[in-house]
């Protein structure tokens, strides 16, 4: 095994000097490898050094409720509305909520 300077070390040259390259599925953890598998290995280790020792909880919707109301907003038909909702993880009724309280706020605003 090559020698090691501590004193300038990164996770990438420890990958390297531990040969893991090619014997991942022997050197990894089952989390690690199945992100090198999904994203490959300088993603991995990049959310390794960034997140390790951190529960990363990864909710179901990857998008925000008022982005997904902001981009229906714009469509006048309420089938339109319901596919853009659908599509961003919502229900149209969430959407035509957040929409309709919208429209009391603004209403309520110019009052």
Known sequence: ??????????DEIVYEIFQVDGNEAEALSDTYLEL????GRDAMLKLYTHFRGDKIDCPMR?????FIADLAEKAADRRERAKI????????????R????RRQENA???E
């Open 1 to 10: 095994m090559t020698a090691i300077d501590f004193d300038h070390i990164n």
């Open 36 to 39: 090198f598998e999904l994203i």
């Open 62 to 66: 990857l998008y925000r409720p008022e």
């Open 85 to 96: 909702a659908r599509a961003g993880g919502y229900s149209a009724r969430v959407i035509e």
């Open 98 to 101: 957040l929409l309709s309280k």
């Open 108 to 110: 309520e605003d110019e």
